[in-house]
């Protein structure tokens, strides 16, 4: 984000320039050894001079500035600015990837906290924020600056930090109802659908899965998958079984899966997550466990998943997923909906995981300008 994109070639094309320039004037100093062809040489030299100096105006560009760092550049006077608080878990990303990857560039994203003063909007990571707030934006606050909640954890894994009443003006949330929600959506297709090909299957089941800490909620969806792996083959990946998926291999893997295990790690309305996201984006069907078939229908039409609380338990499941294994009409009939509609890949870098979030950010404050105050965040959130 720091670098300048080929200085060091343009040191070298200077460097070759002025060797260049020397050894011109002692070839001119060689020709006037002989009197007889002076003006014959400076007239050459000169014509020589003109081209190598036409040339280098070509070739050796002007000085750079030293530093172009995007984050210390000078916001643009049209755009609002918001202001980064905290780089959450330290994941950097380089924020022209709003543009490149949503096409957001409707305000000046900053980390850049010099500019506290003016930012229109502060974007505040709930999880970086200390028990004492001393880490919080300082006081006095400009009266038009709009704090931003920024948590996309479910209330099983969210921290109570007191003291966070009538200080933010926006929640940014997985929550439809935030004023900020993120998540990875569908679109619609106009006109001609695609010709959806299946891609090639070698694995039944799979599950990819990061967590598997009873803290964090996982033990639900923990024991349901202990209760399915007794009726069929499951492939396991991720760092919870020690067999690392390399980012660049994450869609290709869910490719290879006729079905993908969407468990949430804990269940809650609209928590529905980039797990549900992958498979759609891979052409494999989802196999949910989260909030009720309903809250899913609310984001992805009804035949694009399989939602485990359709069978009374983890046998009657798997003895249908064994079904449909047998029987491609049916299993086809899963994809159905990408005559209409598409999923776009969600960035998997662990880098990007909080791009989306901010860039969506970023979009709001560029577009919105009306007061608002959330008084009670927690109650709103858990409630
Ligand atoms: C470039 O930026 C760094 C830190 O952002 C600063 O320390 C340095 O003095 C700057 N250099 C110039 C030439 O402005
Ligand atoms: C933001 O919220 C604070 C207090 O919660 C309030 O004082 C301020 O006026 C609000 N600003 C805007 C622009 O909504």
């Known amino acids: ?75 643009e006077p049209d755009k609002p600015i918001m202001l980064l608080w905290f780089w959450p878990e330290n994941r950097r990303f380089d924020f022209r ?13 900053t980390d850049d906290r010099s500019l506290y003063n003016k930012a229109d909007g502060v974007l505040i990571f709930h999880k970086s924020i200390k028990h004492d707030l001393s880490n919080l934006p300082p006081s006095p606050r400009p009266p038009f600056q709009k704090w931003i909640w920024y948590h996309v954890e479910s209330p099983t894994n969210t921290i109570r930090i007191p003291g966070l009443e009538n200080l933010f003006n926006l929640t940014l949330s997985y929550r439809e109802d935030a004023d900020i929600p993120v998540r990875w959506r569908l679109t619609a297709r106009k006109g001609q659908g695609e010709d959806f090909v299946l891609p090639k299957k070698d694995k039944l089941v799979c599950w990819i899965v990061s967590n598997k800490d009873p803290a964090t909620g996982t033990g639900v969806r923990y024991n349901y998958y202990r209760e399915l792996a007794k009726h069929i083959k499951v492939e396991l990946f991720g760092r919870a079984f020690a067999t690392f998926l390399k980012y660049e291999d994450y869609y290709s893997t869910l490719s290879s899966c006729k079905f993908y295990l969407s468990f949430e790690n804990s269940v809650h309305r609209d928590y529905i997550t980039e797990k549900l996201n992958g498979p759609l984006a891979a052409g494999t069907v989802p196999v949910v466990l989260g ?49 209409d509609f ?24 560029g577009k919105h300008w009306e007061y608002r105050v959330v008084h009670d965040i927690y109650k709103w959130h858990f409630g």
């Open 1 to 75: 984000m720091n670098g300048i994109p080929g200085s060091s070639e343009y040191s070298m094309t200077r460097t070759t320039c002025l060797t260049g320039a020397k050894m011109l004037s002692s070839t001119f100093l060689t020709g006037a050894l002989r009197i007889f062809l002076v003006g014959i040489l400076c007239l050459g030299g000169f014509v020589t001079l003109f081209f190598m100096y036409y040339k280098s105006a070509l070739d050796c560009p002007p000085q750079l500035p030293e530093n172009r760092s995007l984050s210390k550049k000078q916001p």
């Open 97 to 109: 990837d709003c543009a490149t990857f949503f096409n957001i560039d409707g305000c000046h994203l």
């Open 291 to 339: 909030p009720p078939r309903q809250n899913y229908e609310d984001f992805v039409p009804g035949d694009s998943f399989i939602h485990v609380n359709d069978f009374p338990d983890a046998k009657a499941l798997s003895e249908f997923l064994l079904k449909l294994d047998k029987d491609d009409e049916a299993y086809m009939r899963y994809f159905q909906w990408r005559i």
């Open 342 to 365: 598409s999923a776009q890949q969600h960035l998997v870098q662990l880098s990007q995981e909080f791009t989306q979030a901010i860039c969506y950010a970023c979009d709001h404050i």
